[in-house]
């Protein structure tokens, strides 16, 4: 029996190629994210918040069991394993249309940085060929499957931003403009396919056009957004207004139009401050950050409620900017009035690309909107920060394999790398079984090892809040993920210690929509977040 599966629109699975049914729109959602993590163990509470969100029923579990029951009958007794502390579905690649459009756009990706351009343009319209339709659009919307969606969308948007660039490779600037202007008229903020389009118009002998697609995209970021263009767009128009030869040839070699699959060497760090008073401590930690990256930038961003205060608070970030830049650090900031904080603040990291949005943690940190809303939709790795004194011990992560804890992995990392303090991986002296952590604390410490060439010495500890925080005393900087159901069960008591122990600050950590940076170099076009293949 050969079962395959499609989420590349309408949530499909055939048996023998035969259309197969698969229920209402709950066991849909519980299909539907086995497949996006399939090879892997998806706990039960993950699929509950997939199906109801914020409002399960009690008998939620026993729900889920038999929309599993249901899902076997269909698809075959053995296709969902069930497997402490959930299910598993796993899935041949060449049976999911998602593994085979990751495949295509990774080889189209391949073609074009070796100049096979037509190559890269086969695999890459054989990758877009396989979209039916929305993803997931028979699926329930609210939620993790909203979420889900949209990272599928992104992953689309990235690869027809790489067919355009294959066209241009190749000559054919016109189709480069079609396939651009649309992306560029529905995502009006990014600037990466605007720099690609002044490109594909100059291209075609149509430099006024060019020119007025940057004034237009500038007009739309000051006034929507108070932030000048990034280097991209500016290096374009530069280069058209000067004629440079070079704008004949690669689309990179003159603009460094810089695709979402390509940032190894760049990091673009946001700063959401929900309070004017927390922008020092946000720069202190992102300055960090890009200061040791060759490319690295900084976006501050804050939002006020009151126009009549937005013109003091946007003088007040061009002060920052200026100061910043004269450190050497590439800043931009912007400052914009809103109502809906948190939704607008995680729709503009998505909008400029950011690696990571790390943000000033409210005083009802997840029992505040503007935060919650900010962590559903921001499409990046997402760091809460608490506050405390910057001490010279190492950086702490508290780790136990979740998904959010690698993200967590990820940043401690970073963070180790640029400011040269130690990694500690904390984990439980007993665990599951009775084993403690050390196994999982070294697959850790390879990954990063490989990844970015930082050591983690582990750090075994009493499975309690108050050892946690003990070996947390003297720590530089405290990093932790939040839990898989944190719109639930909120921090948690461990997270909580660590938060209100006070002295070293903490950030809290949750998973974004996007690869993070230790990623594949291909992970732009890959659903699934990785550490060094980990995922």
């Not at 990256?293 to 900084?298: F, K």
């Not at 904080?341 to 790390?358: I, T």
């Not at 900010?374 to 809460?384: I, K, R």
């Not at 506050?387 to 190492?394: I, L, M, V």
């Amino acid at each position: 029996m050969q079962v395959s599966y499609g989420v590349l629109g309408p949530l499909e699975a055939t048996v023998d190629g035969r259309p197969v049914r698969l229920g209402g729109q709950r066991p849909r959602a519980v299909l539907a994210v086995l497949l996006l993590r399939s090879g892997q163990v998806v706990p039960t509470p993950v699929l509950i918040d997939a199906v109801w969100g914020n409002d399960p029923p009690s008998s939620a579990a026993n729900l889920v069991q038999g929309y599993v029951s249901g899902l076997r009958k269909e698809l075959g007794r053995g296709s969902i394993e069930t497997t402490d502390p959930g299910y598993r579905l796993t899935v041949p690649p060449d049976a999911f249309d998602l593994r085979r459009f990751e495949r295509l756009a990774a080889d189209g990706r391949a073609a074009l940085n070796r100049g096979r351009t037509d190559d890269a343009l086969g695999a890459l319209n054989s990758a877009l060929a396989l979209w039916r339709g929305p993803a997931l659009s028979d699926v329930l919307t609210d939620g993790l499957m909203r979420a889900c969606a949209a990272r599928l969308e992104e992953l689309r948007l990235a690869v027809q931003e790489r067919r355009a660039e294959a066209m241009l490779a190749a000559g054919a600037a016109r189709d480069a403009v079609n396939e651009l202007a649309p992306i560029v008229d529905e995502h009006p903020l990014r600037e990466g396919p605007r720099a690609l389009l002044m490109l594909a118009l100059y291209r075609c002998g149509r430099q006024a056009d060019a020119l007025e697609v940057f004034r237009r995209g500038r007009d739309i970021l000051v006034g929507e957004l108070g932030i000048e263009p990034g280097a991209a767009l500016r290096d374009a128009e530069s280069a058209i207004l000067r004629h440079d030869g070079t704008l004949d040839g690669q689309p990179t070699a003159a603009i460094e139009v810089r695709p979402p699959d390509d940032r190894r060497n760049s990091r673009t760090v946001m700063l959401a401050a929900l309070h004017s008073r927390s922008i020092p401590a946000l720069v202190a930690l992102g300055t960090l950050l890009v200061d040791c990256r060759e490319e690295g930038e900084l976006i501050v961003a804050t939002t006020v409620r009151d126009a009549a205060k937005l013109t003091g608070v946007v003088g007040a970030l061009n002060e920052l900017r200026l100061e910043l830049i004269g450190r050497g650090v590439r800043t931009r900031t912007a400052g914009f009035t809103s109502l809906t904080p948190g939704a607008d603040l995680a729709r503009l990291a998505g909008e400029q690309d950011a690696d990571l949005l790390v943000v000033d943690a409210p005083d009802g940190l997840l029992e505040d909107a503007r935060l919650t809303s900010l962590l559903e939709t921001a499409p990046c790795d997402v760091a809460v920060l608490i506050p405390g004194e910057q001490r010279d011990g190492a950086v702490l992560v508290a780790f136990a394999g979740a998904d959010h804890d690698w993200a967590a992995v990820e940043l401690g990392a970073w963070f180790s790398r640029c400011s040269g303090a130690p990694l500690l991986l904390a984990g439980a002296l007993v665990g599951a079984g009775g084993r403690d952590a050390s196994r999982l604390l070294a697959n850790a410490s390879l990954a990063v090892q490989r990844a970015l060439g930082v050591a983690a010495e582990p750090l075994l500890v009493e499975p309690e809040p108050a050892a946690l925080v003990a070996a947390a005393a003297d720590a530089r900087l405290v990093i932790v993920g939040l839990t898989e159901r944190w719109r639930h069960e909120g921090v948690g008591r461990a997270r909580t210690a660590l938060a209100t122990a006070g002295g070293h600050p903490t950030l809290l950590v949750r998973r974004g929509l996007r690869p993070g940076g230790l990623a594949a170099g291909d992970a732009g076009t890959r659903f699934t977040w990785t550490v060094a293949g980990h995922g």
